[in-house]
């Protein structure tokens, strides 16, 4: 089964408005941790918002929130007024378990959101 | 600056031969991973790696081998037993013992076997 689903292949969104990324994930471990990466067209994988299991409150990071509704097991990624430069394939991506060393999990990948801007 | 260096970032290569990806990272993480992506995939595990001379296998293994002599480096060969080389080649690091960090990821290499 997959662990993580993101079920929009592509995503268009005009520019200056708000856009969601939805991410639904699938564990039994009661301690996690989920992200998003951006990746542009040049293939770097770049980090934008973390939301560990236990954090109470939704993660923000400038113009990017995380809805975390763990009840539901989601972790939809707002964008908000977006921009050109937004435009870019979009990864959740979850790490299970906790603890120190190798007791950690590797990150787990959904595959992909392709969001377009539109000036 | 510090990051993670991969090079090179085009590399071609003829069925039959193996290959080797370079990673380099000047940030003193401990933990180093390679990922495989195919066109319209999420990124697989190959390799990890928490400690100097010490690895593990990942999800998609075969066909690959990794060595971790430097605590800075971190190579991938694609041997000819891979039978699917044809993919972009990611490798991050990260601090070890904290599941909340992030993992900070190279360019890439995209290599092509023919």
């Known amino acids: 089964a997959q662990k993580i689903t993101q079920t929009q292949p592509g995503m268009f969104v005009q520019e200056k408005e708000a856009v969601t990324l939805d991410c639904t994930y699938d564990t039994s471990d009661p301690s996690y941790g989920l992200f998003w990466y951006k990746q542009p067209s040049s293939g770097e994988m770049i980090f934008l918002i973390y939301q560990g299991s236990y954090d109470q409150q939704n993660a923000t990071e400038g113009r990017y929130s995380l809805n975390f509704q763990k009840a539901r097991k989601s972790a939809n990624l707002v964008i908000s007024a977006s921009q050109l430069g937004d435009s870019a394939m979009y990864f959740c991506a979850m790490r299970e378990g906790t603890g120190y060393g190798g007791s950690q999990g590797n990150l787990i990948f959904g595959k992909g959101t392709k969001l377009s801007v539109k000036p | 600056d510090g990051g993670i260096t991969q090079s090179p970032k085009y590399l071609f290569r003829k069925e039959g031969q193996n290959v080797t990806l370079s990673c380099e990272q000047n940030?003193?993480?401990?933990?180093m991973y390679w990922y495989r992506q195919d066109p319209g995939q999420g990124l697989r595990l190959i390799y990890y790696s928490q400690i100097v001379n010490d690895f593990q296998k990942g999800d998609i293994a075969e066909g690959y081998s990794v060595s971790r002599e430097k605590k800075e480096s971190f190579p991938l060969t694609v041997t000819s037993a891979q039978k699917n080389p044809t993919a972009f080649y990611l490798c991050a690091s990260s601090i070890r013992g904290r599941s909340s960090y992030e993992q900070y990821f190279g360019p890439g290499t995209r290599l092509t076997v023919t």
């Open positions: 940030l003193n993480h401990d933990a």
